[in-house]
């Protein structure tokens, strides 16, 4: 019986959920408000009217029209947020950010040919254009076209040499291929170019604990200096440690991963069978496998 549940994308495949959220989250801004306190619903409505009285007295300022649109994002008003980016672009057809939001649209909405579609489109007009570039990446990666993925960041590495983003999203890449050479070499390049991208260190604490290689726990500390409550860092040693049989060392993890997150489903599987197997407490085991088929 193995001594820990194996979790595929503790290795290759961990972050595809992280790479999900980080597909818009560098080129759109979404603006600030003053209403933070208020409830979501309360604040969308009180925000959408103060722009649309902006409109009225500003009908062609853009910008109006794609602040409307984050909100209604935010909202998950898909089809409005759609209608006012668009409105947007039809005063401003080559604003990076418009565009970029669009594509983002588009791609929520769950039709990739369309997302895909609006994206070469973008890259014919602009064809060196790095936002552009960066979107399409990111859905070859998102499709598990690993290798297109890595081509497209390679044209865009010849425009922007210095980018530890576009390493890390190479590196994720090149893990999708299986190639976790090329992906340790993207994800250090990442971090020499800047030593606070603490999803580089987590990528490659992960490879370094599939070779059960120490420097995991080095750069699982160093994403941890920055950030101590982060779960994915605590959670990769905690892993790390129990596959070597530190079983105290490993439980410590879990429970602080557990204070942060009561909801952590494979740290509790993990309390769970540490305290089945390594540690001989049959109730405690049950309580925490219980908690795993409520969630």
Same mark, same amino acid.
């Given at each position: 019986?193995?001594?820990?549940?194996?979790?595929?994308?503790?290795?290759?495949?961990?972050?595809?959920?992280?790479?999900?959220?980080?597909?818009?989250?560098?080129?759109?801004?979404?603006?600030?408000?003053?209403?933070?306190?208020?409830?979501?619903? !309360?604040?969308?409505?009180?925000?959408?009217?103060?722009?649309?009285?902006?409109?009225?007295?500003?009908?062609?300022?853009?910008?109006?029209?794609?602040?409307?649109?984050?909100?209604?994002?935010?909202?998950?008003?898909?089809? @409005?947020?759609? #209608?006012?980016?668009?409105?947007?672009?039809?005063?401003?057809? !080559?604003? %990076?950010?418009?565009?970029?939001?669009?594509?983002?649209?588009?791609?929520?909405?769950?039709?990739?040919?369309?997302? &895909?579609?609006?994206?070469?489109?973008?890259?014919?007009?602009?064809?060196?254009?790095?936002?552009?570039?960066?979107?399409?990446?990111?859905?070859?990666?998102? !499709?598990?076209?690993?290798?297109?993925?890595?081509?497209?960041? #390679?044209?865009?590495?010849?425009? %922007?040499?210095?980018?530890?983003?576009?390493?890390?999203?190479?590196?994720?890449?090149?893990?999708?291929?299986?190639?976790?050479?090329?992906?340790?070499?993207?994800?250090?390049?990442?971090?020499?170019?800047?030593?606070?991208?603490?999803?580089?260190?987590?990528?490659?604490?992960?490879?370094?604990?599939?070779?059960?290689? *120490? @420097?995991?726990?080095?750069?699982?500390?160093? !994403?941890?200096?920055?950030?101590?409550?982060?779960?994915?860092?605590?959670?990769?040693?905690?892993?790390?440690?129990?596959?070597?049989?530190?079983?105290?060392? &490993?439980?410590?993890?879990? *429970?602080?991963?557990? %204070? @942060?997150?009561?909801?952590?489903? %494979?740290?509790?599987?993990?309390?769970?069978?540490?305290?089945?197997? #390594?540690?001989?407490?049959?109730?405690?085991?049950?309580?925490?496998?219980?908690?795993? @088929? *409520?969630?």
């Amino acid at each position: 019986m193995p001594s820990h549940r194996k979790i595929n994308r503790g290795y290759y495949f961990t972050a595809v959920i992280l790479v999900v959220l980080c597909y818009s989250s560098c080129e759109t801004d979404v603006p600030e408000t003053e209403e933070e306190s208020q409830s979501p619903i !309360t604040t969308e409505l009180s925000v959408l009217g103060a722009i649309n009285e902006k409109i009225k007295l500003s009908h062609n300022d853009p910008e109006l029209y794609y602040k409307k649109a984050v909100v209604e994002l935010e909202g998950s008003n898909l089809a @409005l947020s759609l #209608d006012d980016i668009n409105r947007a672009l039809l005063l401003d057809s !080559t604003s %990076d950010k418009y565009l970029n939001f669009k594509s983002d649209i588009l791609y929520y909405q769950g039709d990739i040919k369309v997302a &895909s579609g609006f994206i070469e489109a973008w890259l014919r007009q602009s064809p060196n254009n790095k936002s552009a570039l960066m979107k399409q990446a990111k859905l070859f990666l998102l !499709t598990s076209d690993f290798q297109a993925s890595v081509d497209v960041l #390679d044209r865009v590495l010849k425009v %922007d040499p210095f980018n530890p983003q576009v390493y890390f999203y190479k590196g994720m890449s090149h893990k999708g291929l299986l190639d976790s050479v090329s992906a340790i070499d993207a994800f250090q390049k990442s971090i020499a170019l800047d030593q606070t991208y603490i999803k580089s260190h987590n990528q490659l604490g992960y490879l370094f604990s599939a070779r059960d290689d *120490k @420097l995991a726990i080095r750069y699982f500390n160093q !994403t941890l200096a920055s950030d101590n409550k982060n779960i994915d860092a605590l959670y990769g040693k905690a892993f790390f440690y129990q596959n070597r049989g530190e079983v105290e060392s &490993s439980r410590r993890l879990y *429970k602080e991963i557990l %204070d @942060l997150n009561p909801e952590h489903i %494979d740290a509790l599987y993990n309390m769970g069978y540490l305290n089945l197997v #390594d540690f001989d407490n049959l109730d405690l085991a049950i309580e925490f496998f219980t908690k795993v @088929l *409520k969630l």
